[in-house]
T-cell receptor, first 115, second 116 residues
Framework: AQTVTQSQPEMSVQEAETVTLSCTYD???????LFWYKQPPSRQMILVIR??????QNATENRFSVNFQKAAKSFSLKISDSQLGDAAMYFC????????????FGQGTRLTINP | DVKVTQSSRYLVKRTGEKVFLECVQD?????MFWYRQDPGLGLRLIYF???????EKGDIPEGYSVSREKKERFSLILESASTNQTSMYLC???????????????FGPGTRLTVT
């Protein structure tokens, strides 16, 4: 079974600075998807960024980018120019390429943005 | 926009009660999921369904059951609520075709259930 680990329960960063959230996973599969989801306080979970394991290029979405290291089974999220609206719980998630589309989530990292 | 709604944001029930949590999605998604969210544990899958009347157990199905009579609606049932089922419950849906992007799951706002 796959597992996802987020070792940082809480992180904080100054507004406009850059922060990196860590995620590692364990799998024996060669093809899969990885996701970062954001859950703002009292608001719905939304997708931040996704990465297909067969793509070597790291995904980027505006100020959000990932560092995907397949051999090391690492999938970190970098947030550049942090904004107050980035404050949220961030979850890393894994999905197998084949079969059921269920997600396996990490424990989450609570990100605080200091003005 | 995809919309996933859940019947209640907050719910308080007594031990032993039968509890129904309802989830509705408006994007004709085949797949629907129920997760439980607890601090320090992230989200854990309770049950999922890939078609009407079809269901599969997730990682923590004990004490729960589900019903999917219509494609847009997926219900989570706590047969006899217990205090250890106090938690946040999140519903999600996704398309099998990947049309909206590779299998992104869309989440509802969550139901915070307290069992006393």
């Amino acid at each position: 079974a796959q597992t996802v680990t987020q070792s940082q329960p809480e992180m904080s960063v100054q507004e406009a600075e850059t922060v990196t959230l860590s995620c590692t996973y364990d799998t024996s599969e060669s093809d899969y998807y990885l996701f970062w989801y954001k859950q703002p306080p009292s608001r719905q979970m939304i997708l931040v960024i996704r990465q297909e394991a067969y793509k070597q290029q790291n995904a980027t979405e505006n100020r959000f980018s990932v560092n995907f290291q397949k051999a090391a089974k690492s999938f970190s999220l970098k947030i550049s120019d942090s904004q107050l609206g980035d404050a949220a719980m961030y979850f890393c998630a894994y999905r197998s390429y084949q079969g059921a589309q269920k997600l396996v989530f990490g424990q989450g990292t609570r990100l605080t943005i200091n003005p | 926009d995809v919309k996933v709604t859940q019947s209640s944001r907050y719910l308080v029930k007594r031990t032993g009660e039968k509890v129904f949590l309802e989830c509705v999605q408006d994007m004709d998604h085949e797949n629907m999921f129920w997760y439980r969210q607890d601090p320090g544990l992230g989200l854990r899958l309770i049950y999922f369904s890939y078609d009407v009347k079809m269901k599969e157990k997730g990682d923590i199905p004990e004490g729960y059951s589900v019903s999917r009579e219509k494609k847009e609606r997926f219900s989570l049932i706590l047969e006899s609520a217990s205090t250890n089922q106090t938690s946040m419950y999140l519903c999600a849906s996704t398309s099998s075709s990947g049309v909206q992007g590779p299998y992104e799951q869309y989440f509802g706002p969550g139901t915070r259930l307290t069992v006393t």
